[in-house]
């Protein structure tokens, strides 16, 4: 069934292909364009007979490297880049499955310490569970989405001037 948060990550992947194209990278063109092509043109027929796209996409989500960032350099900072990057971080959700009951007892291991003081806060941030309900709220919101586009709009280092 198509939902509202499939249109959404379409749009994050168009954001993503504008990316890899446009902005300057140091890598030769031979590369970049087989990067773009794994990760864009690959896709395969399921069982119903259906096209779905390459499990290329999945993987930077489920690595928090969407589209690409140790292995695909830019040559600047750019804030469409950033923009899209954090779009692209709650669809690890998605496609990595919930947390362990091991995971949920570490979690509430540290939460408790937190909660006495003990630790910082910030340290419940890196922990599977904190991420995924995260990443479950803002994929159900969108909201969080829009809000985000216009955060970043907001923020410096946009072009002051369109350019093409």
């Not at 969407?66 to 692209?88: C, D």
């Amino acid at each position: 069934e198509h939902q509202l948060i499939d249109d959404i990550e379409s749009f994050v992947h168009v954001l993503g292909w504008t990316v890899l194209c446009c902005l300057p990278s140091p890598v030769d063109i031979n590369r970049h364009t087989r990067v773009v092509s794994l990760l864009y043109d690959h896709s395969f027929k399921i069982m119903t007979g259906h096209e779905e796209g390459g499990s290329a996409k999945e993987n930077r989500f489920i690595l928090g490297e969407y589209p690409f960032k140790k292995s695909f350099p830019f040559t600047e900072h750019s804030p469409i880049l950033e923009l899209t990057r954090n779009l692209a971080s709650p669809f690890h959700t998605r496609y990595s499955g919930p947390p362990t009951e091991e995971d949920k007892q570490a979690f509430e291991s540290f939460n408790a310490f937190v909660l006495e003081g003990q630790l910082d806060k910030k340290l419940l941030d890196t922990l599977p569970v904190y991420r995924y309900n995260l990443g479950v709220e803002r994929l159900s919101n969108s909201e969080w989405f829009l809000n985000t586009i216009q955060d970043a709009l907001k923020a410096p280092g946009w072009p002051d001037k369109e350019g093409a």
